[in-house]
T-cell receptor, first 114, second 116 residues
Framework: DVKVTQSSRYLVKRTGEKVFLECVQD?????MFWYRQDPGLGLRLIYF???????EKGDIPEGYSVSREKKERFSLILESASTNQTSMYLC?????????????FGEGSRLTVL | AQSVTQLGSHVSVSEGALVLLRCNYS??????LFWYVQYPNQGLQLLLK??????LVKGINGFEAEFKKSETSFHLTKPSAHMSDAAEYFC??????????????FGKGTKLSVKP
């Protein structure tokens, strides 16, 4: 089974802190994604990457950056956390080998910014 | 542009009753469509997917969905609800255009409650 692991399930940070959310997948997938999930808004794409060292902005990239130094790892960075970044963050991966583009998700990281 | 609309942010059914969760999509070409389920404080898990083979797709946990091109719909059904079905359900379409090709575009989700 594909496993997508997010390093922290729950985090509490202070306004202005730098926050790292780590995601690792073990199935050699080319594509990795970071979503943000808020009640009533569904999932919104922050950033995605289709190759090592490549990154593309999604729908809501402001206030976030990403890093993909290795194929299996995709990190989301909040340079200076703000209270409006309190949310559930979901990492996902997919393979180019299958034609459907099915996403495999991690368990999520619930971030609270005080 | 592609989009997904889920009708009803909350649906409540009695245990044993039919579950019907509605999803309409917008796509100018035959789409790849997905239903995902999310249990509280967990990630999303794939229920089923439509890939232009059979129009009636069977998934896990007794769920199925029917692709209807004429109605641009992909509604999710289960004949008899179980308490364990209480969760949030997301419909999604694969993005085929633009900079985020390969991404999935999600609906806003429908929370299913099951009453004893």
């Amino acid at each position: 089974d594909v496993k997508v692991t997010q390093s922290s399930r729950y985090l509490v940070k202070r306004t202005g802190e730098k926050v790292f959310l780590e995601c690792v997948q073990d199935m050699d997938h080319e594509n990795m994604f970071w979503y943000r999930q808020d009640p009533g808004l569904g999932l919104r794409l922050i950033y995605f990457s289709y190759d090592v060292k490549m990154k593309e902005k999604g729908d809501i990239p402001e206030g976030y950056s990403v890093s993909r130094e290795k194929k299996e790892r995709f990190s989301l960075i909040l340079e200076s956390a703000s209270t409006n970044q309190t949310s559930m963050y979901l990492c996902a991966s997919s393979s180019n080998r299958g034609r459907t583009g099915e996403l495999f998700f991690g368990e999520g990281s619930r971030l609270t910014v005080l | 542009a592609q989009s997904v609309t889920q009708l009803g942010s909350h649906v409540s059914v009695s245990e044993g009753a039919l579950v019907l969760l509605r999803c309409n999509y917008s796509s100018s070409v035959p789409p790849y469509l997905f239903w995902y389920v999310q249990y509280p404080n967990q990630g999303l898990q794939l229920l089923l997917k439509y890939t232009s083979a059979a129009t009636l797709v069977k998934g896990i946990n007794g769920f199925e969905a029917e692709f209807k091109k004429s109605e641009t719909s992909f509604h999710l059904t289960k004949p008899s609800a179980h308490m364990s079905d209480a969760a949030e359900y997301f419909c999604a379409v694969r993005a085929l255009y633009g900079g985020s090709q390969g991404n999935l575009i999600f609906g806003k989700g429908t929370k299913l409650s099951v009453k004893p």
